[in-house]
């Protein structure tokens, strides 16, 4: 009989705790004078991080780590289509709300929620489960190629028109990453990818805002009041925080210049604050919480499992260097927020449900 430890992956539990104090700490700074400037106190943002995002995600989270893993396998079609749903509902007039010129968002009561959050996990788990399942002759690997881009088709139709090609280009990666675990022949994996780099260059030739971001980020002098002021002022930022940082709360770029200080652009407001040394250590962080995501990866015997802690450990590492990236100047601006550390309800939400999930397949390592 195979014994389980029972126990979570602390250094997990621990790595995580720490990536979440430090998005207090930098939230705590950047949002002190919106929140007076705005409703007359200090905390207001930080106390509705905490209502909307944290104390709901440690929940939610809780709840992921003590039900059944195959509670979710079972039922996850059914928590994806009301993702989907829920996606849909972003269009709805009076019920999708639009900011920015994207149409991300649904408002329930006072609180915004943004759906392609949770078609995140939610995806994941549907992905891992059904890849899990094909253990069909390599004759027939085929037949599972062909329903793979479909599913990847129609999910992109959701996020092209919302639109939000950052989460798209986030799902597809850990999606091949999955798809790539699952023993699939490797040119599948191969022929995705081109799919997938062919896709991306008729999005920007029919969208002349996504060949801007190109331009700029190949150029980011090319229109510095324009397309490039965010990523020049968060290379300001970023530089202005030279080796040591300029301290907690003394952020300069913070009052006005860095657009999105508290969601996109937070690691330029942290880089400046603690400068190359803080960054670097986060960084760290982030590739710490990998490692332990895939040492779980390796460690899971269940094939659904194993998977699930692939796609999960795979997410958080992508988008938090997709977010990192983009404010150095390594990649293009694309507006996803920083994991555990950016403001938001929706991707706290996701995280720590991940994170649960994670730590419920490590107390199944023996």
Do not use: C
């Amino acid at each position: 009989m195979v014994k389980y430890n029972r126990k979570p992956d602390f250094a997990l539990v621990g790595v995580t705790i720490i990536l979440i104090t430090l998005g207090v700490l930098i939230l705590t700074s950047i949002s002190a004078s919106l929140s007076f400037e705005r409703f007359g106190n200090t905390y207001y943002y930080l106390k509705h991080q905490f209502l909307i995002g944290i104390l709901p995600g440690i929940i939610f989270g809780f709840l992921a780590y003590f039900i059944s893993l195959k509670f979710f396998k079972k039922n996850i079609i059914f928590f994806l289509l009301i993702s989907l749903f829920l996606l849909g509902l972003v269009f709805v007039p009076k019920i999708g709300v639009s900011l920015g010129g994207a149409k991300r968002w649904i408002k329930i009561g006072p609180i915004l929620i943004q759906p392609s959050e949770f078609l995140k996990i939610t995806f994941l788990v549907y992905l891992a489960s059904w890849l899990a399942g094909r253990v069909s002759p390599e004759k027939e690997w085929n037949q599972t190629l062909i329903a793979f881009l479909i599913i990847i088709a129609i999910l992109s139709l959701f996020l092209i028109f919302q639109p939000d090609i950052g989460t798209l280009g986030i799902i597809i990666a850990f999606s091949i990453i999955m798809y790539f675990l699952a023993d699939t022949p490797i040119w599948h994996v191969v022929l995705i990818i081109l799919i997938g780099i062919i896709a991306l260059v008729i999005l920007v030739k029919v969208a002349p805002y996504r060949a801007a971001r190109i331009l700029v980020f190949l150029n980011p002098d090319a229109d510095p009041m324009g397309m490039g002021y965010q990523i020049k002022q968060s290379l300001i930022a970023v530089g202005s925080g030279g080796i040591s940082g300029l301290g907690l709360g003394m952020s300069r770029q913070k009052f006005g210049f860095v657009p999105q200080t508290m969601s996109d652009s937070i690691f330029a407001i942290f880089a400046e604050e603690s400068g190359f040394i803080g960054s670097i250590i986060l960084v760290i962080l982030f590739l710490f919480f990998a490692w332990r995501g895939f040492r779980i990866t390796k460690a899971s015997e269940d094939r659904f499992q194993k998977i699930l802690a692939a796609g999960i450990t795979s997410w958080i590492l992508i988008q938090a260097f997709i977010n990192i990236g983009s404010m150095i100047g390594l990649m293009p601006l694309t507006g996803v927020p920083l994991p555990f550390i950016s403001y938001g309800g929706s991707h706290f939400l996701t995280e720590f449900i991940g994170v649960g999930l994670l730590l419920n397949i490590s107390k199944n390592i023996n």
